[in-house]
Each structure stands twice: as structure tokens, then as C-alpha cells.
């Protein structure tokens, strides 16, 4: 498979959270978030596991565990069934790698 360029798959709208699938294997899926200051993803639960690497910007993500201030070169693993959710302080993209589902 050839490389991918994160940047060129980047688009943010005002109105609304981006989301562009990547990557999607029978092991795992690549997903690129872009979320503009004040987007969010409502904390909520999924039945796969995600690792999310914050490309760019700040905010917060929320896990079972707590919710987290992330910016640029954060990891944050939310496993399966968990609760996760994100907002935007700024601009912030955001790579997550899952489970397949």
C-alpha cells in the first residue's frame, strides 16, 4: 500500500466534525477526526477499542477513566465498550486507530 499524507485528507467545516476513514483492514481501521475550537464528540460508548493520537491542537478527551487535557503528540487508548468522547479547545485533528467493526 502506498503512504498516505494526513494532510491532504484534511477538511474542516464549521457546522460540523469531520471524519475521514483512512484505512480499513480486516485487523484494524485508520480514521482521521477534524474538529474545529468548541466541536465536539458527545461522550458516548462503542463495542471496539480505539487509540487516539492527537495530530494537531488541543482539547479534552473523556474515557471511563477521566477526562483528559490533550494537545499535539498526546496517545490516549480507550478500550472496547468504553465511554470516549472529545472536544476542540482549538482546532485539533485527531488520528484514531480501531478495531475493526
Given at each position: 500500500m502506498k503512504p498516505i499524507r494526513l494532510s491532504e485528507h484534511v477538511e474542516f467545516r464549521s457546522s460540523e466534525r469531520t471524519k475521514k476513514?483512512?484505512?480499513?483492514?480486516?485487523t484494524f481501521n485508520a480514521m482521521q477526526?477534524?474538529?474545529d475550537a468548541g466541536q465536539e464528540?458527545?461522550?458516548h460508548p462503542e463495542d471496539?477499542?480505539?487509540l487516539f493520537?492527537?495530530?494537531?491542537?488541543?482539547?479534552t478527551i473523556t474515557t471511563a477513566e477521566g477526562a483528559w487535557d490533550v494537545q499535539?503528540?498526546?496517545?490516549?487508548l480507550v478500550g472496547k465498550g468504553e465511554v470516549r468522547g472529545i472536544v476542540a479547545k482549538t482546532r485539533m485533528r485527531v488520528l484514531g486507530i480501531q478495531e475493526p467493526h
Open positions: 476513514m483512512l484505512i480499513r483492514t480486516p477526526i477534524c474538529l464528540i458527545p461522550p471496539y477499542s480505539v493520537y492527537v495530530i494537531g491542537g488541543n482539547g499535539a503528540d498526546d496517545i490516549v
